[in-house]
């Protein structure tokens, strides 16, 4: 029995494996029917983790947007919506971002020990600001929201996040949506970075599930033997 949370992560990519263009504009990946299947997911979860440079690029809500699902949670006496997490290595965080202003859940802010205080400084008002050592440590972050009661944690990106977990050996499923397109630049982000090596013996993940969403394919990967097949 692992004393970790069980960590689910979470990406839309292009065929070519971009999880963005290189305009200033957001690329739409995803569709109705996909996005109501994160919400589910976000529900699902105790905890939802996304790095800084998506919060000041994207500026997410990470809610669960269903009035029903968050009816659930409530019934279950959960809050509405999942706690909200975050790592940076510089403290360089917006406090008015949708990430600290919308819903009432707590929020998490894991810093480098260097930028302790500038993130103290920045959003110690809005959020609670951990120590996650030099450079941040994955197993001090998990550890702190397992003593928050977290069991399942959603990582929604971006690629440094998802490199980060998948290096470290620390992601047990991928739940990888392909949409049909291409985007073909080099310049774009991608869905891991340089530096991401195998995470099992093998080199290889297993397969557990393959849902089609409209024109939109769901690849569902066990990267851990604590992934159910289905």
Request: proline fraction near 5%; charge should be negative; hydrophobic fraction near 40%.
């Amino acid at each position: 029995m692992s004393d970790r949370p069980y960590v689910l992560l979470s990406c839309a990519v292009s065929v070519d494996g971009y999880i963005d263009d290189a305009t200033e504009d957001r690329l739409l990946l995803s569709n109705a029917a996909d996005v109501d299947r994160v919400d589910e997911v976000r529900a699902g979860c105790d905890a939802i983790l996304v790095g800084a440079a998506t919060i000041r690029k994207d500026d997410p809500r990470l809610l669960v947007r269903s009035q029903a699902r968050r009816d659930t949670r409530i019934h279950r006496g959960r809050p509405a919506t999942p706690l909200k997490a975050t790592i940076t290595g510089r403290g360089d965080l917006d406090p008015t971002a949708q990430f600290f202003t919308a819903g009432d859940s707590t929020k998490v802010v894991y810093t480098a020990t260097s930028a302790l205080d500038k993130t103290c400084e920045t959003v110690g008002t809005v959020a609670d600001v951990v120590d996650a050592g030099e450079p941040v440590d994955l197993d001090r972050v998990l550890a702190d929201l397992a003593s928050r009661g977290v069991a399942r944690l959603m990582v929604e990106g971006g690629g440094s996040m998802h490199t980060m977990f998948l290096t470290a050996g620390l992601a047990d499923e991928l739940h990888l949506v392909v949409a049909p397109f291409f985007v073909g630049d080099s310049r774009a982000p991608r869905f891991v970075y340089d530096g991401c090596f195998p995470w099992s013996p093998q080199g290889r993940a297993r397969l557990a599930d393959v849902v089609k969403i409209e024109d939109l394919v769901l690849l569902r990967y066990a990267l851990s033997d604590r992934c159910p097949s289905r």
